[in-house]
Nanobody
Framework: QVQLVESGGGLVQAGGSLRLSCVGS????????MGWFRQAPGNEREFVGR????????VLADSVKGRFTISRDNAAKTVYLQMNSLKVEDTGVYYC????????????????WGQGTQVTVSS
């Protein structure tokens, strides 16, 4: 089992950058594939990206490719989402997720979730 706590959200102007962090508890953080999702008001939770347990591979949604990067530090039990060139449509609550096996990017798949951190991008 793992508990996840996100941080780093805030208000930023379009074109700006933010780095989100997600810290996990427990001794087995390094066995989990980690991912980021976001949810805008009135919308379903959508996949943003994920990183493998050892950090050797990442997958990003088409909407954020070239702007966002995912990385992790297993010694610090932390996964990061670096967001550059932010757009108004990136606004939402960002959640990190942990899964022991990641074969499906839908938010409905079972796993562990953090409480979310709000990102607001103004025009």
């Amino acid at each position: 089992q793992v508990q996840l706590v996100e941080s780093g959200g805030g208000l930023v102007q379009a074109g700006g950058s933010l780095r989100l962090s997600c810290v996990g508890s427990g001794r087995t953080f390094s066995i989990y594939s980690m991912g980021w999702f976001r949810q805008a008001p009135g919308n379903e939770r959508e996949f943003v990206g994920r990183i493998s347990a050892r950090g050797s591979s990442t997958v990003l949604a088409d909407s954020v490719k070239g702007r966002f990067t995912i990385s992790r530090d297993n010694a610090a039990k932390t996964v990061y989402l670096q967001m550059n060139s932010l757009k108004v449509e990136d606004t939402g609550v960002y959640y990190c997720a942990a899964r022991t096996s990641w074969t499906d990017d839908r938010a409905s798949v079972s796993g562990y979730w953090g409480q979310g951190t709000q990102v607001t991008v103004s025009s």
